[in-house]
T-cell receptor, first 114, second 114 residues
Framework: AQSVTQLGSHVSVSEGALVLLRCNYSSSVPPYLFWYVQYPNQGLQLLLKYTSAATLVKGINGFEAEFKKSETSFHLTKPSAHMSDAAEYFCAVSEGTGGFKTIFGAGTRLFVKA | DTGVSQDPRHKITKRGQNVTFRCDPISEHNRLYWYRQTLGQGPEFLTYFQNEAQLEKSRLLSDRFSAERPKGSFSTLEIQRTEQGDSAMYLC????????????FGSGTRLTVV
């Protein structure tokens, strides 16, 4: 069965610093992987997706993620944090044996300090 | 295209009452999903539809919960005899095909059971 583990429920960075949010997945078949962002009292918005085309995936707002099969990881990075990046971030996995429904991690809240 | 709409945005109900939520997906999307999100957690899968067919229900969906998608358009989620543990954000999402390009989420319905 597919699952996702996000390491660190809270991450705090200074404005301008590197953002690194960690995600490890478990899947019995090649997975499809996603990162979503959620602002307070809103639904989730897709940041980026990995669908086996390229291992380094670029998304919106300057975020990118790298798929590493050997490490079963899909960490999210951004070179320089902005105050507007403060939000909750969710890693998610979808696979065929699960009917392609998406399973979400518990989330990582990103704080950005001025 | 106005995105995924959910109604109401907020619902406060007394324990034991029935509530019904509505979701209007993106019109071209054939798949519709319901998730539940509690404070500090990621979205938990409840059920999904492909057109009008309900393809999977989570074990989280007790017999007090029922979802429908008549005619493969909008969907309703009903909770009968609400309990305080039902208090959560209920998120609806839709996708085309199997959702391999990600989901589009609505803003959610926040349910508070008092």
């Amino acid at each position: 069965a597919q699952s996702v583990t996000q390491l660190g429920s809270h991450v705090s960075v200074s404005e301008g610093a590197l953002v690194l949010l960690r995600c490890n997945y478990s899947s019995s078949v090649p997975p499809y992987l996603f990162w979503y962002v959620q602002y307070p009292n809103q639904g989730l918005q897709l940041l980026l997706k990995y669908t086996s085309a390229a291992t380094l995936v670029k998304g919106i707002n300057g975020f990118e993620a790298e798929f590493k099969k050997s490490e079963t990881s899909f960490h999210l990075t951004k070179p320089s944090a902005h105050m507007s990046d403060a939000a909750e971030y969710f890693c998610a996995v979808s696979e065929g044996t699960g009917g392609f429904k998406t399973i979400f991690g518990a989330g990582t809240r990103l704080f950005v300090k001025a | 295209d106005t995105g995924v709409s959910q109604d109401p945005r907020h619902k406060i109900t007394k324990r034991g009452q029935n509530v019904t939520f509505r979701c209007d997906p993106i019109s071209e999307h054939n798949r519709l999903y319901w998730y539940r999100q509690t404070l500090g957690q990621g979205p938990e899968f409840l059920t999904y539809f492909q057109n009008e067919a309900q393809l999977e229900k989570s074990r989280l969906l007790s017999d007090r919960f029922s979802a429908e998608r008549p005619k493969g358009s909008f969907s309703t989620l009903e909770i009968q005899r609400t309990e305080q543990g039902d208090s959560a954000m209920y998120l609806c999402a839709s996708s085309s095909g199997e959702g391999l390009n990600g989901y589009t989420f609505g803003s959610g319905t926040r349910l508070t059971v008092v």
